[in-house]
Nanobody, 122 residues
Framework: QVQLVESGGGLVQAGGSLRLSCAASATIFRINAMGWYRQAPGKQRELVALIGSGGTTFYADSVKGRFTISGINARNTVYLQMNSLKPEDTAVYYC????????????????WGKGTLVTVSS
């Protein structure tokens, strides 16, 4: 059973930075795409960023220029560097992955992490 384990969440002031990490506990097949979703209180879960096995990346408009996703190699590990954080970035961030296709829609996600809380104070 593949599990995704996140780390790196916490409390930061507006304008600060955090780095999230996500590692797959087992690799039966190489994961094709990994990324991050987030869910703020009272809102739907939304895609933040993803990276494919070929290095292709996608970012939500709200984080472009501030967040950078990297990783997804033979160790199936992905990172999210978050800079210039804003209070509206406050959410639980979930790592997501799939062996096949893409995770641009949540229906395509095979594996979810348990989530890590990011709180940005104003």
């Amino acid at each position: 059973q593949v599990q995704l384990v996140e780390s790196g969440g916490g409390l930061v002031q507006a304008g600060g930075s955090l780095r999230l990490s996500c590692a797959a506990s087992a690799t039966i097949f190489r994961i094709n795409a990994m990324g991050w979703y987030r869910q703020a209180p009272g809102k739907q879960r939304e895609l933040v960023a993803l990276i494919g096995s070929g290095g292709t990346t996608f970012y939500a408009d709200s984080v472009k220029g501030r967040f950078t996703i990297s990783g997804i190699n033979a160790r199936n590990t992905v990172y999210l560097q978050m800079n210039s954080l804003k209070p509206e970035d406050t959410a639980v961030y979930y790592c997501a992955g799939t062996r096949f296709g893409t995770i641009i829609n949540s229906d395509g996600v095979e594996y979810w992490g348990k989530g890590t809380l990011v709180t940005v104070s104003s």
